[in-house]
């Protein structure tokens, strides 16, 4: 027995689709384990969609009435869904009080079938309406914090397998690439106006205009001290030899 609105006892409020009809056959009863005859698997099921519309069915005289008799009985009990749904989770009942060792369809797979006709059976209710699949959600989901530590260590890994196989110039544009990203995150982190925030020569107010880190420029276009100076370094390297580093014009990509 199911819990539902016991208007729906008399009065149906929705018939129960005929290919709903036939996949419960194919998909939940004729899979469904049993340790009897087939005949004895589908008197059962029989009796309880013919006690769903009102009747009594009696036993047929071979498997194959069996079958007949019962596929008439189901297209009978389709006349009200919520009686329709509550035969067939009595029947399934019906089979585990017979052996529970084993077993019935497992709801979610006779829920599955079910779904078109909006019907589900989460014993003891009737459940109407679509019903949620489960999702699966990941048991530990890394901080921000650990997301950015792994994209450092990843980096400062990639630049030193870089420099161990003799690519210095694709080495230092890696590192390059992680401080700019690392000083473009602080620097949004400033953007947020009436808030403290720590920065060179202690907290600040984000109204006032801190002093700004050399190589990292400011948010009113200034820049540190250091910045010209870094500048003028980087683009005055040069080697005389092929097989070391020759450094120009840093540009913004990452390989470059």
């Not at 087939?38 to 498997?63: N, P, V, W, Y």
């Not at 079938?113 to 699966?136: D, E, F, K, M, T």
Request: proline share 7%; net charge negative.
């Amino acid at each position: 027995m199911l819990y539902f609105d016991s208007a729906w006892r008399y009065a149906s409020p929705a018939e129960m689709p005929s290919e709903i009809i036939e996949a419960i056959l194919t998909k939940v009863i004729a899979p469904a384990p049993f340790d009897g005859p087939r005949q004895d698997l589908l008197e059962i099921f029989k009796r309880r969609f013919a006690h769903a519309q009102g009747q009594t069915a009696s036993r047929s005289s071979s498997e194959s009435w069996a079958e007949s008799d019962l596929h008439g009985y189901m297209r009978g009990a389709a006349a009200n869904a919520p009686l329709f749904v509550e035969a067939l989770h009595d029947a399934l009942m019906d089979l585990y009080g017979r052996n529970p060792l084993l077993g019935t369809p497992p709801w979610a797979h006779v829920n599955s079938v079910l779904a078109p006709s909006g019907y589900a059976i989460q014993p003891p209710n009737l459940v109407v309406g679509r019903v949620a699949l489960p999702v699966q959600v990941p048991q530990t989901v890394p901080s921000l914090d650990a997301e950015a530590n792994e994209l450092v260590q990843r980096s400062l890994a990639e630049s030193e397998s870089l420099l161990n196989n003799g690519k210095y110039r694709l080495a230092v544009q890696e590192i390059l690439w992680l401080l700019e990203t690392v000083s473009t995150a602080f620097l949004e982190l400033t953007r947020f106006r009436g808030h403290l925030f720590f920065g060179t020569g202690g907290v600040h107010h984000a109204e006032t205009s801190p002093p700004v880190p050399g190589g990292i420029p400011g948010t009113d276009d200034r820049t540190g001290a250091c910045r010209a100076q870094a500048r003028g370094t980087v683009e005055g390297v040069r080697t005389d030899r092929a097989d070391h580093l020759q450094l120009g014009r840093a540009g913004r990509s990452r390989h470059g």
